[in-house]
């Protein structure tokens, strides 16, 4: 019996800040957050991606919810995604890096 899965094309930017502990009016407190691996569990199933220069991710994913993490910062926004059954879902993510 064969067994298939659809898989729905999960992408956006993820952002790190603030970069500096006063941020300013009118002055970026975030940037991207480039090649900055995060990690998608859901049950036993395990998937993994790294954002590209720019901050940018795209992998796929079984619909339903996942717990997402990542390798630098100290917190990252949102922590519990659900992706739906479609052909692709956005979703951006912000890291704290804790600078207060």
């Known amino acids: ?3 298939l899965v659809a898989l729905t094309l999960i992408h956006g930017s993820v952002r790190i800040g603030p970069t500096m502990p006063v941020c300013k009016a009118g002055v970026p407190c975030t940037r991207p957050a480039a090649h900055v ?3 998608f569990t859901h049950g036993a199933s395990r998937r993994q991606v790294t954002t590209d220069a ?8 079984a619909a339903g919810a ?3 993490r990542t390798n630098t910062g100290i917190r990252m926004t949102p922590v519990r995604i659900s992706v739906p059954r479609a052909l692709s879902f956005r979703r951006n993510f912000l890291i ?3 600078i207060r």
């Not at 720019?54 to 994913?61: A, C, E, K, V």
Request: net charge positive; no cysteine; glycine share 10%.
């Open 1 to 3: 019996m064969l067994l």
């Open 37 to 39: 691996r995060l990690t």
């Open 54 to 61: 720019q901050g940018r991710y795209r992998l796929s994913l």
């Open 66 to 68: 996942w717990t997402v």
């Open 96 to 98: 704290d890096t804790g």
